[in-house]
């Protein structure tokens, strides 16, 4: 049931160990990847550039300059990731779901029940 599940885009090639976790700045909703080993600030999914170390423990954001630590960013959500470079990154499994809900009739069509009402 957790909507908000983290979001990442993979293993932060930094430090090799931590989850690079898609987030949103608060005061302007840009997406950045917040390494939580680490504390990496990735502005791209491309691990080809290198990560930013922000300011402790003020952490101001590389876009809009506001800081406010690590409550100044909140979990991005699929819906914000969609039509952005983060979305061929993000990593999170969506199968899941599936597996938990195997089918009991023969049909996956939820439609033609709605059509008997
Ligand atoms: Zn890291
Ligand atoms: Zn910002």
């Known amino acids: 049931m957790t909507h908000d599940q983290p979001l990442d885009a993979g293993i932060c090639s930094f430090c090799d160990q931590g989850l690079r976790r898609i987030v949103a700045c608060i005061s302007c909703s840009e997406l950045l990847a917040l390494c939580d080993e680490c504390d990496a600030m990735w502005l791209g999914p491309d691990t080809a550039n290198l990560p930013i170390f922000p300011n402790q423990p003020e952490i101001p954001c590389p876009f809009c300059g506001v800081g406010g630590g690590w409550e100044h960013y909140r979990a991005a959500t699929r819906d ?24 009991p009739r023969s049909g996956d069509e939820g439609d033609q029940d709605a059509a008997r009402l």
Not at 82 to 92: D, L, N, S
Request: no cysteine.
């Open 80 to 103: 914000e990731l969609h039509g952005t470079r983060w979305e061929a990154a993000v990593r999170t499994p969506r199968a899941k779901r599936i597996i938990d809900q195997p089918s």
